[in-house]
């Protein structure tokens, strides 16, 4: 156990990328002890990734830079300023519930702070905000990415954990509220500290243009619903919603609704039967070439060329990080090291309120410094097992685990988010690493609620009937 882990983390000290380490440390565990054959190695690389879940990760990925070269990101922004744009500190605002809307279509907190960051810390630092408050609101909006479905952490938890991945997208939806809520009121409470104003003239035309396309898409689920109740087939009502959708989409040329409804024709076609969760990443990705090559014609060869590029890139580093830590992870378990520290914990605490604690205070630890979907594979075969037997349900530790690692991004040594909008924003890590640090708050306040109050994520899966 010790040459495993002490390896890994003697590597990782040394800067050694986390892949390399993992599968480092692994070779010199199975050099030494003499007990594995060396064609383990390649054995679990290949079971690692040998598994159709993991089919939803690249086509998430090309699901999301599709979305980010189609014009999607600006028609959303728009859309935003229509809709909270004169609220006080409205751009702060704007910046949150476009994340939300594009947190339905990317999957990633890297995605969202990528994509639709370029345009709203250039808009904010336009519109007289400091580069510092941009930056904040920019990361925790960001977190949303993988909370809110679909989720490729809740991709990679549940093929893990063997729980269903619909339930945990689904799981996933009141804890994004509750996020959504919690930072909105943290910038109103900086709008009224330093007297920001409005960033957008309230205008009933612009609001009620925005609450028609939020209308219009809430409607699409209740008429496939009554149409289906009126005696029709599942098919045909959602054949004939889309049709009518399309058609009004084009006659009023709406700003945002097609865009809208990505969520929820994912949530909805996992929901009717029509695809699993993995087969609804390639719904996205059809979705989203509909959209840039038809609705809005703004895709060319070109651009879907590169983001195709982009999208194998992307895929072939996080899946080379899941081969390694598959590795890692079945030698924890085979070496009976995963057990040891099973047992440690459980010899501490056998109250699953302090288990929880403890285990929020691990994952966010192992967060600042290991790649999310690394840290899934190692934590879940050391900790479910303790979740299982403390009678915690699995769907809920996920989503724990995921927003433990969501904020984990947002630290130094080895936070993503915080390196990308360091860059977007030209701004040195430091400094963006302390314009984060307010937007904690509601971060923590967010984790606290769902860590123990189990009904924010487990009412809505229950309530649509999905099981584990």
Same mark, same amino acid.
């Given at each position: 156990?010790?040459?495993?882990?002490?390896?890994?983390?003697?590597?990782?000290?040394?800067?050694?990328?986390?892949?390399?380490?993992?599968?480092?440390?692994?070779?010199?565990?199975?050099?030494?002890?003499?007990?594995?054959?060396?064609?383990?190695?390649?054995?679990?690389?290949?079971?690692?990734?040998?598994?159709?879940?993991?089919?939803?990760?690249?086509?998430?990925?090309?699901?999301?830079?599709?979305?980010?070269?189609?014009?999607?990101?600006?028609?959303?922004?728009?859309?935003?300023?229509?809709?909270?744009?004169?609220?006080?500190?409205?751009?702060?605002?704007?910046?949150?519930?476009?994340?939300?809307?594009?947190?339905?279509?990317?999957?990633?907190?890297?995605?969202?702070?990528?994509?639709?960051?370029?345009?709203?810390?250039?808009?904010?630092?336009?519109?007289?905000?400091?580069?510092?408050?941009?930056?904040?609101?920019?990361?925790?909006?960001?977190?949303?990415?993988?909370?809110?479905?679909?989720?490729?952490?809740?991709?990679?938890?549940?093929?893990?954990?063997?729980?269903?991945?619909?339930?945990?997208?689904?799981?996933?939806?009141?804890?994004?509220?509750?996020?959504?809520?919690?930072?909105?009121?943290?910038?109103?409470?900086?709008?009224?500290?330093?007297?920001?104003?409005?960033?957008?003239?309230?205008?009933?035309?612009?609001?009620?243009?925005?609450?028609?396309?939020?209308?219009?898409?809430?409607?699409?689920?209740?008429?496939?619903?009554?149409?289906?109740?009126? +005696?029709?087939?599942? !098919?045909?009502? $959602?054949?004939?919603? #889309? *049709?009518? /959708?399309?058609? @009004?989409?084009?006659?009023?040329?709406?700003?945002?609704?097609?865009?809208?409804?990505?969520?929820?024709?994912?949530?909805?076609?996992?929901?009717?039967?029509?695809?699993?969760?993995?087969?609804?990443?390639?719904?996205?990705?059809?979705?989203?070439?509909?959209?840039?090559?038809?609705?809005?014609?703004?895709?060319?060869?070109?651009?879907?060329?590169?983001?195709?590029?982009?999208?194998?890139?992307?895929?072939?580093?996080?899946?080379?990080?899941?081969?390694?830590?598959?590795?890692?992870?079945?030698?924890?378990?085979?070496?009976?090291?995963?057990?040891?520290?099973?047992?440690?914990?459980? +010899?501490?605490?056998? !109250?699953?309120? $302090?288990?929880?604690? #403890? *285990?929020? /205070?691990?994952? @966010?630890?192992?967060?600042?410094?290991?790649?999310?979907?690394?840290?899934?594979?190692?934590?879940?075969?050391?900790?479910?097992?303790?979740?299982?037997?403390?009678?915690?349900?699995?769907?809920?530790?996920?989503?724990?685990?995921?927003?433990?690692?969501?904020?984990?991004?947002?630290?130094?040594?080895?936070?993503?988010?915080?390196?990308?909008?360091?860059?977007?924003?030209?701004?040195?890590?430091?400094?963006?690493?302390?314009?984060?640090?307010?937007?904690?708050?509601?971060?923590?306040?967010?984790?606290?609620?769902?860590?123990?109050?189990?009904?924010?994520?487990?009412?809505?899966?229950?309530?649509?009937?999905?099981?584990?």
């Amino acid at each position: 156990m010790w040459i495993l882990i002490g390896g890994f983390l003697a590597l990782m000290i040394c800067g050694v990328p986390v892949a390399i380490a993992l599968a480092g440390s692994s070779l010199l565990y199975i050099l030494v002890s003499g007990t594995v054959p060396d064609v383990v190695i390649a054995q679990r690389m290949i079971a690692g990734v040998e598994s159709f879940p993991l089919l939803a990760v690249p086509f998430f990925i090309l699901a999301g830079n599709l979305m980010n070269i189609a014009g999607v990101t600006g028609r959303i922004y728009a859309f935003a300023v229509a809709l909270v744009g004169w609220m006080r500190g409205g751009l702060g605002q704007v910046n949150i519930i476009g994340s939300v809307i594009f947190s339905g279509m990317s999957g990633t907190a890297i995605a969202d702070a990528a994509g639709l960051g370029t345009i709203e810390i250039k808009a904010m630092k336009d519109h007289g905000y400091s580069t510092e408050f941009a930056v904040g609101v920019t990361a925790a909006s960001a977190t949303l990415g993988p909370i809110i479905p679909p989720s490729l952490p809740f991709v990679i938890y549940g093929m893990l954990a063997n729980v269903s991945i619909g339930a945990l997208f689904l799981g996933g939806v009141v804890p994004g509220v509750v996020m959504t809520l919690l930072m909105m009121i943290t910038v109103a409470y900086f709008a009224r500290r330093n007297k920001w104003g409005a960033d957008a003239a309230f205008s009933w035309r612009q609001l009620l243009s925005a609450g028609t396309e939020v209308v219009v898409v809430l409607a699409f689920p209740l008429a496939v619903y009554g149409m289906i109740e009126a +005696g029709l087939s599942t !098919n045909q009502a $959602v054949l004939i919603a #889309l *049709a009518a /959708l399309i058609a @009004l989409d084009w006659y009023y040329d709406f700003s945002a609704v097609m865009a809208l409804m990505t969520p929820v024709i994912l949530i909805g076609g996992m929901t009717l039967g029509w695809f699993t969760p993995t087969e609804a990443a390639v719904a996205a990705v059809i979705w989203s070439l509909f959209l840039g090559l038809v609705r809005y014609r703004s895709m060319t060869m070109r651009t879907l060329a590169k983001a195709t590029f982009d999208t194998i890139e992307t895929t072939a580093s996080v899946l080379f990080i899941v081969t390694a830590a598959s590795i890692f992870a079945w030698l924890l378990t085979a070496s009976q090291a995963a057990q040891m520290l099973t047992d440690a914990i459980l +010899g501490f605490t056998q !109250n699953k309120w $302090v288990f929880l604690l #403890l *285990a929020n /205070l691990l994952i @966010l630890f192992v967060g600042c410094f290991i790649d999310t979907i690394a840290a899934i594979t190692i934590l879940v075969p050391i900790l479910l097992p303790i979740v299982l037997k403390l009678g915690i349900d699995p769907i809920h530790f996920g989503l724990i685990m995921v927003l433990n690692l969501m904020i984990g991004l947002l630290h130094p040594p080895l936070g993503m988010v915080l390196f990308v909008l360091a860059r977007v924003a030209k701004l040195s890590v430091e400094r963006t690493t302390v314009a984060i640090l307010p937007w904690l708050v509601p971060l923590i306040l967010a984790l606290i609620a769902i860590t123990y109050i189990p009904a924010l994520t487990l009412w809505l899966p229950n309530a649509m009937g999905f099981g584990r």
